[in-house]
């Protein structure tokens, strides 16, 4: 059917005079919600806490102002330090969760039916049903000086006197960093093998590419978005959730996290906001090195 | 003092077993060096496991396959004189072509300026030396194949298995890449182990042709005997169009036999087979070497190189037109003709008759 020519020319709905209808409004605004999520949630927050961090700090609250009182407690105490030796051993445990856990991602990839897989990767996640605080505080009866570990490897006739540094010491911290962050690193490697097709390993023994190699070249390219991410979780939660050094840690033992739960017991709060503060600033000086350092947004698309 | 060069490939008495299923049995192939061989059979018959235990990709259950007269049972795919194209774009994903290509050479630990020049020849032999920088995705399927191509033969392997290379590609492709798979091959002077259940494909690029159906290696020869003069029914069924008759031997003497085809006396050559009078066999007769002509009586023809039966219909196929004829007994039959199908058919059920040159009708026993 061929409709006027007239009528197509002038049909075109006059802009503005009608309102533009109720789902299409709608659907502007679902678009725009996760930009207000963001902000609703991430940017007022992170710059409430940096107004708050340089308020004056009161009895039991603060009050507006601006000092860098609390950025001096920080910077000139053993805080700093306490705070860098947390990121390094959160480094530490990043690696030893990679160490450990990714060869188990890419095992259970290659070896496993494809069937059973999912279920076999379930199986890492079912420590999660139990109490985090309950998990580390078994780790106690562990670690302890006349503990499961010091036991053992007297008894083996390894050591001669039981290791007193295994708890309350940084290594204790690492262990249970290492023992609750390692299912993520396993799932994310998990999740990060689907980019590494199969056939690729079929390629591989064509070319005789050997295990290091294939895993150089091949695997870690190819995984590296989903290693990247799991590896900034565990950094992130090994800075951050005070459980681990509250209840492993000792003297000097703490993380960021730690610091921050602290200054708030000592209801000295703009200090735990100055803490908060310089982690995220950490954080992203940190994300920011790293995109300088290996182009980031390459890591994250490897196949563009 | 004679010298023979051992052939490229030789299989012998290879079996698999998944299980209880048996994915091929006992099978015996030899293949010459620098011949383009190709694995052709139905879905499932077992072309890529024979193809993959050749690679070294698998362990066959029993036999061996030796490569240039060598056992290479123990070697893995690496070790052997072998390297395979995939039927996925099987690439990998993040490098470029030339790091894709130069890989394998890498691996060996040849010296830079070595890899760059091998994998410069071989991306021209190619022709895809305007893509050396392109990752994978920038690439379409059939580039993609001939990069597959391109890291196969740098590699300086002197057989090349290829399983379904071009099972993605669209049909235009595939014909182009056919050819230019034939001329690589005569360029390289490589022997070409080529899986497909494609006959067209086949007969395309072919030297000789092994038909694989049900874990077996059912017929082995040249491309146009295969399609020509089939020596099974199999093969005569499975590849070109061809009307399979079944009936019974009625006179096994003499150069020709004489078969009982639903009513009708046939007579095809016997070609020293072993038959007897009273002998279930099968015939079989290309669609296109059948001739349909329109008949007034009914009388049985007795030449013994013609049937009648009753007109179905027409598919009209572009180049040529499928007549098709069903036969007393009820066997429908093929008479496939370059002509338009404009011309005036008969109409449905109308008495026709199909005749046949005596040599375009063979016989099988099996
Ligand atoms: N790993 C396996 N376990 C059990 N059965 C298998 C396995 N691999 C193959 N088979 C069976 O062996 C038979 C032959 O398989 P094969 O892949 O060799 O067939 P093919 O001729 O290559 O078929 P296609 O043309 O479909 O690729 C099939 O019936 C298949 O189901
Ligand atoms: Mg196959």
Known sequence: MVSSPTNVTNGVRPVGSMQTPLHERLALWAFRAPLIF????????????????????????????????????????????????????????????????????????????????????????????????????????????????????????????????????????????????????????????EAVPKFIFEVCD?????????????????????????????????????????????????????????????LDFPLAMAVSAIMMATLMTLLWIGHKLFDLTKILTPLS | MTFQTPPAVEVRNLAKHYGDFVALKNVNVTIAAG??????????????????????????????????????????????????????????????????????LKVAGLPKAQIADKVAHALDQVGLTKFAQRKPHELSGGQQQRVQLARAIVLDRDILLLDEPLAALDAQLRKDMCLELKHLQEKVGITFIHVTHNQEEAMTVADRIALIANGDLV??????????????????????????LKGKVSDANGVSVTVDVAGAKLQVAKRDLPVSTGQNVTLSIRSECVALETVNDSNAPTDGLSMLGAYDESVYLGLTTSH???????????????????????????????????????????
């Open chain 2, 324 to 366: 098709l004829v069903r036969l007393p007994d009820g066997t429908e039959m093929v008479s496939r003709i370059i002509a338009d199908a404009d011309d005036t058919l008969p109409v449905n059920g109308a008495p026709v008759r199909l005749r046949w040159k005596p040599t375009d009708i063979r016989l099988h026993v099996e």
């Open chain 1, 38 to 193: 963001m902000v609703l949630f991430f940017a007022i927050p992170m710059a409430m806490t940096v107004v708050f961090s340089v308020f004056e700090r009161t009895m039991f609250w603060m009050e507006p102002g601006f000092t860098l009182t609390a950025y001096e407690n920080f910077f000139f105490s053993a805080r700093l330090g306490n705070f860098l030796n947390s990121m390094k051993y959160s480094l530490i445990s990043v690696a030893i969760c990679f160490v450990i856990g990714f060869p188990i991602s890419v095992f259970v990839r290659k070896s496993i039916p494809q069937v059973a897989q999912h279920r076999v990767v379930l199986l890492f996640i079912l420590p999660f049903m139990v109490s985090e605080i309950i998990r580390v505080f078994a780790l106690r009866p562990v670690l302890q000086r006349n503990g499961l570990m010091n036991t053992a490897l007297t008894n083996m006739g390894i050591i001669d006197e039981p290791i007193t540094a295994l708890l309350y010491t940084h290594t204790s911290v690492v262990i249970g960093e290492v023992m609750s962050f390692l299912p993520f690193i396993i799932f994310s490697g998990f999740l990060a093998m």
């Open chain 2, 35 to 104: 011949e383009y061989f190709v694995l052709l059979g139905p879905s499932g018959g077992g072309k890529t496991t024979l193809l993959r235990t050749i690679g070294g990709f698998q362990k066959p259950t029993s036999g061996d396959v030796f490569l240039h007269g060598k056992s290479v049972g123990h070697l893995p795919p690496d070790k052997r004189p072998t390297t395979m194209v995939f039927q996925a774009y099987a690439l990998f994903p993040h490098m470029n072509v030339t790091q894709n290509v130069g890989y394998g």
């Open chain 1, 206 to 266: 064509d070319l005789g590419v050997g295990p290091w190699r294939r895993f150089k070249d091949v695997i870690l390219p190819l995984a590296a978005p989903g290693i990247f991410a799991g590896s900034v979780f565990i950094f992130v939660n090994g800075l951050g959730v005070a459980l681990l050094p509250n209840i492993l840690g000792g003297a000097g033992a703490v993380n960021a996290g730690l610091i921050a739960t602290q200054a708030i017991s000592a």
């Open chain 2, 219 to 244: 017929e082995v020869g040249r491309a146009r005997d295969i399609y020509r003069a089939p020596e099974k029914s199999f093969t005569a069924s499975f590849v070109g169009e061809n009307n399979v």
